[in-house]
C-alpha cells in the first residue's frame, strides 16, 4: 500500500538556526548603541555650554563630547562597513558585539571622570583613578586588536557593494590603522612618562598626535559614505572613480599633513 499524501507543512529544522538572525540582531544594537553613544556626547555639549566649564586641558567638557560623537559615529560606520567583508555571520556579530561593549566602556569612563572632575587617562592619583585609567588602556587595546582583525580581512577578499566600495572601504581601514598606532603611540607615551613621576608632561605629550588621530580615524566613515552616495547618482563609473580617487588623495594628504606636524612638534 502506498503512504496517503498529507497537506501538512514540513517541520522546520530548529537544530540549525539561520546565523544571520544573531547577526542582524547585533547590528540593530550596535546601530542603538552608536546612537546613543553620539546623543551621550551632544548632551554634554549641552552641559558645557551652562556650566562654562573649560573646553581644553586633560579635565575638560571636551573629551565625553569629542569621544561619546566620535565613538558613536565609529561603531555605526563599522557595524555597516563590515557588512560588506567577507566575514562569516557568527564571527561577525562577535567581532562588532565586544566593539559595542568596548566603545560603552571608553565613553563610560571618560565622561565618569569628567563629572568627577578629574582626568580619564594618564590618571593615577588614587587607586580608583588607576583603575579607570587602565580600563580605558586596556579598552584601547582591545580597540587596536578588533579593528585590525577587521582590516585585515577587508585586504584578504574584496570587499562588495557598488562600484568604487572596494577601493573605499580598504582606504578607510587604511588610514583607520594611522588612528590605531597613533593613539597607542599617545597612551604608550603618557602612561611611561606617568610611571616615571612625569605626571604633567604626559598630559602634554599627547597632544602632537591628537590632529593625526582625530584626521585618520572617520575616514572608514567618510570614504565608504562617499562612495554609497556616489552609487545613487547617474553619473559614469569612470567619473565616480575619478571623484573617489580625487576625495582619498586629499584626505591622505591631509593625514601626511597631520603627521608632519606631529613629527615636527613632538
Request: net charge positive.
Amino acid at each position: 500500500m502506498e503512504p496517503t499524501a498529507t497537506n501538512a507543512p514540513p517541520v522546520p529544522d530548529r537544530t540549525s538556526p539561520p546565523r544571520a538572525v544573531p547577526a542582524r540582531r547585533v547590528e540593530r544594537l550596535c546601530h542603538a548603541t552608536g546612537l546613543l553613544l553620539v546623543l551621550s556626547g551632544l548632551a554634554h555639549l549641552v552641559v558645557f555650554a551652562v556650566d562654562s566649564g573649560p573646553w581644553d586641558g586633560p579635565v575638560s567638557w571636551r573629551k565625553p563630547v569629542t569621544f561619546g560623537v566620535s565613538f558613536g559615529a565609529t561603531l555605526i560606520a563599522v557595524t555597516w562597513v563590515t557588512s560588506c567583508l567577507r566575514i562569516a555571520p557568527r564571527p561577525r556579530a562577535l567581532l562588532l558585539a565586544v566593539f559595542a561593549a568596548d566603545c560603552v566602556v571608553e565613553v563610560g569612563g571618560i565622561t565618569l571622570q569628567a563629572w568627577r572632575g578629574v582626568p580619564s587617562h594618564l590618571d593615577m592619583e588614587t587607586p580608583f583613578d588607576t583603575a579607570v585609567s587602565m580600563t580605558l588602556a586596556v579598552g584601547g587595546g582591545v580597540l587596536v586588536v578588533l579593528l585590525t582583525v577587521l582590516a585585515v580581512a577587508s585586504f584578504r577578499h574584496r570587499p562588495s557593494g557598488p562600484a568604487g566600495m572596494d577601493l573605499a572601504v580598504r582606504s578607510g581601514f587604511a588610514i583607520l590603522l594611522v588612528a590605531l598606532a597613533s593613539g597607542a603611540a599617545m597612551i604608550a607615551r603618557g602612561v611611561i612618562l606617568t610611571r616615571t613621576g612625569h605626571q604633567e608632561a604626559a598630559y602634554r605629550s599627547t597632544a602632537p598626535l591628537k590632529p593625526l588621530h582625530g584626521v585618520s580615524l572617520h575616514a572608514v566613515l567618510v570614504l565608504p559614505a562617499l562612495a554609497w552616495l556616489l552609487s545613487r547618482t547617474s553619473w559614469s563609473e569612470r567619473l565616480r572613480r575619478r571623484i573617489l580617487y580625487a576625495a582619498i588623495g586629499s584626505y591622505v594628504t591631509a593625514v601626511v599633513g597631520a603627521a608632519v606636524w606631529a613629527a615636527l612638534t613632538y
